[in-house]
């Protein structure tokens, strides 16, 4: 019996590792050592232009990699988080997100269920921030995210192909011409030209820049007719016009449009993100304070979305002319 006994002692000394749990805090400087390679890892690849780590914590099951980004606009994040998702997906493969945890994994030798990334734009939790959350969980690297109240996103991309100027345009002078400062200098005389006049009596658009050093931000105040085309009361209108109270019932809602563009270059030309963020005004004042203005998204979410897509070819057509 006693060789019996023996051996299923040793059974049970061989079992018991493996049934407890490392603790992994016990290497927190090694991992601190691995996050600086993921962030050269990053800078390798094109990601540390936009993505930066920012905090690493180590808990007895978890390695939680903090990453945030170089900008603090929050528009031109959600542009840049896009843009570098798309471009790695471009390929069949694995997704952005999967990619960005499987390397943390990799480099720091974890199983993927011990690794977790979070991604803010800021770390301001008195703000609503942007948020991704990538773990691995029910077999798959899973993926939380949290989206700010956004305004209208569009994309306006320009390639070579585009230029109907010169044809035989190659991606260097489309690089060379089409600057940021280039392509911007365009916009503003596109809005110039294309708000300089109103299909409204008394109203006289202005263009108001927003002064940023890395995107192109403008108001356009005063606007009639331009996103929502009927908003006067026509029964109201008639009225007035029997009792000869009014000439011409111009009542129509006053809009006040806000454009931020951002540049982002790519491999074949640039990619323009427009955000756009459109208010409205009663058209019965003369003037109407800021605080008077209520967001589109209300009462005309369509006709803004409709507004966005026409007003993004129109200055793809104006640039490419």
């Keep these: 019996m006693k060789p019996m006994l023996t051996l299923v002692c040793l059974a049970l000394m061989l079992a018991t590792p493996t049934l407890a749990q490392e603790n992994l805090t016990a290497d927190t400087e090694f991992f601190k050592q691995k996050s600086q390679d993921y962030q050269r890892w990053m800078e390798q690849n094109g990601l540390g232009r936009y993505l930066k780590v920012q905090d690493l914590r180590v808990e007895p099951e978890l390695v939680r990699l903090y990453l945030g980004f170089h900008s603090h606009n929050i528009d031109s994040i959600v542009g840049i988080w896009h843009q570098m998702k798309a471009a790695h997906e471009s390929s069949p493969g694995l997704t952005f997100e999967e990619s960005l945890l499987s390397r943390m994994a990799?480099?720091?030798?974890?199983?993927?269920?011990e690794a977790v990334i979070e991604i803010y734009d800021t770390y301001d939790m008195v703000k609503e921030p942007?948020?991704?959350?990538?773990?691995?969980?029910?077999?798959?690297?899973?993926?939380?995210?949290n989206n700010p109240k956004g305004e209208k996103n569009r994309y306006i991309s320009v390639n070579p192909s585009d230029i109907k100027t010169n044809k035989k345009s190659e991606k260097i002078a489309l690089t060379k011409k089409y600057t940021k400062e280039y392509v911007f200098e365009q916009i503003m005389q596109f809005a110039r030209?294309?708000?300089s006049k109103s299909p409204c009596d008394e109203r006289k658009p202005?263009?108001?820049?927003?002064?940023?050093?890395?995107h192109l931000r403008f108001e356009v105040s005063d606007l009639c007719r331009e996103v929502v085309k009927d908003a006067e009361n026509p029964t109201i209108?008639?009225?007035?016009?029997?009792?000869?109270?009014s000439d011409d019932c111009n009542w129509t809602t006053r809009e006040l449009l806000s454009f931020n563009f951002v540049y982002l270059p790519t491999t074949d030309g640039f990619t323009l993100h427009l955000v756009l963020d459109g208010r409205v005004g009663s058209g019965?004042?003369?003037?109407v304070k800021r605080s008077g203005y209520m967001d589109m998204d209300l009462d005309f979410k369509e006709?803004?979305?409709?507004?966005?897509?026409?007003?993004?070819?129109?200055?793809?057509?104006?640039?490419?002319?």
């Design 106 to 113: 990799s480099l720091m030798g974890l199983g993927e269920d």
């Design 130 to 145: 942007f948020f991704r959350g990538i773990y691995f969980d029910k077999n798959r690297i899973q993926v939380e995210e």
């Design 193 to 195: 030209q294309k708000y």
């Design 206 to 214: 202005a263009i108001h820049p927003k002064l940023h050093e890395d």
């Design 237 to 245: 209108c008639r009225w007035l016009r029997t009792l000869g109270l």
């Design 284 to 287: 019965y004042y003369k003037t």
């Design 303 to 321: 006709e803004l979305e409709d507004y966005a897509d026409q007003i993004s070819l129109e200055i793809k057509k104006f640039l490419t002319r």
